[in-house]
């Protein structure tokens, strides 16, 4: 049985009520940005901790009543009741019923941040944003996906990249770029071999060449894209016919840089929504999801969607 784009989204609805606002008292809790919980005190500086406007302003109720007249009789609700269950995430881009025209609106993609990306990662963060076990799954997986090490010809492209990939240890090819906002993390990035500084969000452009690589990799960076579909078109142009791209994403983000469907949305929802990126793109094969999660529950969770270019005559 297909699964419905509109229905896996929309069922999610009903659980958003991890956003608890209450005005009578001097905090609130947001379980946003896939699930994660953080009770934010207000301070002096309201303006770090004011709750996202999508979260005050009906939860994205624009999105969800879009697809209301389509929502039908599917069985992808189990899907969704077991989404934290290993393995239930693979089937969620299984027989996937995409809508004609691509699903989302122009708000769905705004930020409660709206300030330039370059001012904001200006200064260097060199720390990691998942925790090691996630970590390590993520290296792993990659030990399993990419070409082996030192392949003539093999080049790899690391999307909003940092001071650390996560390859496996020891990874080499003749060519590893990366792109990322802060340059002082791109020069402490041991695994690259070039580098650029862009913010996609202005630009999103990528300043390679037609054909260039075999694979594309984005680590828990997916959420923070105003314009996927532009950077996916990209994505598809520079990789090789049957190279591969690799999201990765947990369930932490920059909720303020996050786009506003990432952030009033959940885990299950995130793998739809990034499968949709891959396919309103076009120039690649069905996407699939993974959940590489190592400790369901007791660490971060790890998800993976992935797709190959369409393969040319």
């Known amino acids: ?140 997986y990659y030990k399993e996906a990419f070409p082996p090490s030192n392949t003539p010809g093999v080049a790899l492209l690391d999307m909003c990249s940092s001071w650390v990939s996560h390859f496996p240890a020891g990874y080499k090819q003749e060519r590893i770029a990366g792109m990322g906002l802060n340059e002082d993390e791109l020069k402490a990035n041991k695994v690259l071999t070039e580098y650029v500084v862009q913010d996609l969000n202005t630009n999103p452009k990528l300043p390679f060449e037609d054909n260039s690589f075999d694979v594309i990799t984005n680590v828990v960076s997916v959420d923070y894209l105003t314009k996927p579909i532009e950077v996916f078109k990209e994505m598809s142009r520079v990789l090789k016919p049957g190279g591969k791209a690799i999201m990765s994403f947990s369930n932490r983000c920059f909720w303020t840089k996050a786009i506003s469907i990432w952030t009033s949305t959940g885990d299950a929802d995130h793998v739809m929504i990034v499968g949709a990126y891959f396919h309103y793109a076009g120039g690649f094969e069905p996407p699939q999801a993974v959940d590489i999660s190592p400790n369901p529950g007791r660490s971060d969770p790890m998800y993976i969607v992935h797709s190959r270019k369409l393969a040319t005559a």
């Open 1 to 140: 049985m297909a699964n419905r784009f509109p229905i896996i989204l929309h069922n999610r609805l009903p659980i958003l009520a991890g956003v608890h606002i209450n005005a009578s008292v001097s905090s609130f809790s947001i379980n946003s940005c896939g699930q994660f919980s953080k009770t934010l005190k207000r301070s002096k500086n309201l303006s770090s901790y004011r709750v996202p406007r999508r979260l005050v302003f009906g939860i994205g109720v624009s999105f969800w009543a879009q697809f209301m007249s389509m929502a039908g009789n599917s069985g992808t609700n189990s899907i969704i009741a077991s989404a934290r269950t290993k393995g239930a995430v693979e089937k969620i881009l299984e027989n996937v019923e995409w809508p004609e025209q691509f699903p989302f609106k122009e708000e769905d993609f705004q930020r409660f941040d709206e300030s330039s990306d370059l001012i904001f990662y200006e200064a260097p963060r060199f720390v990691t944003h998942i925790d090691d076990p996630a970590i390590a799954a993520l290296t792993k």
